[in-house]
């Protein structure tokens, strides 16, 4: 076959035009469902939209309210962690409460004094790499352990 390239002959910037079955190694084109040699059932690509809960609208998967209608999405859509950050949903991975990282912000300043002035290099390092959502939890369960 003539036409037949080795993959690496692609440049970096050409998007490869066909897939590699996992399971009998033939290429397949990059749309097919199936793979026609075994039957190996290709995963489906990630959803590029979101539907909205109250008007099955199609959003972006990063937009935080319906372009539609305006619903905004609850926790109930998986959360880029960007969006998480923002939001204050989800914090480094955790589950966050809004109360908790109200509170978080609201101490993190008054220990942030306290601890700069008290020239503790160790906590000073601590403090400066703690985020502010996890100060409350911090306060949680140091006070359970005492
Ligand atoms: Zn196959
Ligand atoms: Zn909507």
């Given at each position: ?10 440049k ?18 990059l ?6 040699v ?16 109250s ?7 990063s ?17 880029s ?15 966050i ?41 911090l306060?949680?369960?140091l006070?359970?352990?005492?």
């Amino acid at each position: 076959m003539e036409e037949e390239m080795p993959p690496h002959a692609l440049k970096d910037d050409e998007k490869p035009k066909t897939k590699k079955c996992p399971s009998c190694t033939t290429e397949a084109p990059l749309g097919a469902k199936f793979c026609d040699v075994c039957g190996f059932e290709f995963p489906k690509a990630p959803p590029k939209f979101k539907p909205c809960p109250s008007c099955s609208g199609l959003n972006q998967l990063s937009a935080t309210a319906c372009q539609h209608c305006g619903t905004v999405f609850g926790s109930d859509f998986s959360l880029s962690l960007d969006e998480a950050l923002r939001t204050g949903a989800i914090v480094r991975g955790m589950d966050i409460e809004e109360e908790d990282v109200q509170a978080g912000e609201a101490m993190a300043e008054s220990v942030r004094k306290v601890v700069m002035a008290s020239g503790d290099q160790k906590l000073i390092n601590v403090i400066s790499q703690l985020p502010e959502e996890s100060w409350a939890r911090l306060r949680k369960y140091l006070s359970e352990s005492e």
